[in-house]
Nanobody, 126 residues
């Protein structure tokens, strides 16, 4: 059973920074593409960033390019999301997700991901 546990969310002022962490159980973490999604009430879950199995390929939503950085530490079964220059519109519930399929590239739709964490709330106050 693969479990994903997010942490690092919280309340921060506009312009501040947070680092989200996703700890993944299981022995095959290094085979998974990983991603962060976010969701606000009444909207669909949308991709924020994704990273392939070895960290050599990344994807960022246009809204976070230049401000957020996704990274991973396979030896620690962990993926990170460094969020800088936070804006009020970044407020959302952030989810970590894992794609177990041996794809050539990262996917950006939620239906492509097999495992999900419970989410961590990020609130950016103005």
């Amino acid at each position: 059973q693969v479990q994903l546990v997010e942490s690092g969310g919280g309340l921060v002022q506009v312009g501040g920074s947070l680092r989200l962490t996703c700890a993944v159980s299981g022995r095959t973490f290094s085979n998974y593409h990983m991603a962060w999604f976010r969701q606000t009430p009444g909207t669909e879950r949308v991709i924020v960033a994704a990273i392939n199995w070895n960290g050599g390929d990344t994807y960022y939503a246009n809204s976070v390019k230049g401000r957020f950085t996704i990274s991973r530490a396979n030896a620690k079964n962990t993926v990170y999301l460094q969020m800088n220059s936070l804006k009020a519109e970044d407020t959302a519930l952030y989810y970590c997700a894992a794609d177990r399929s041996p794809r050539a590239q990262v996917m950006i739709t939620s239906r492509s991901y097999d495992y999900w964490g419970q989410g961590t709330q990020v609130t950016v106050s103005s």
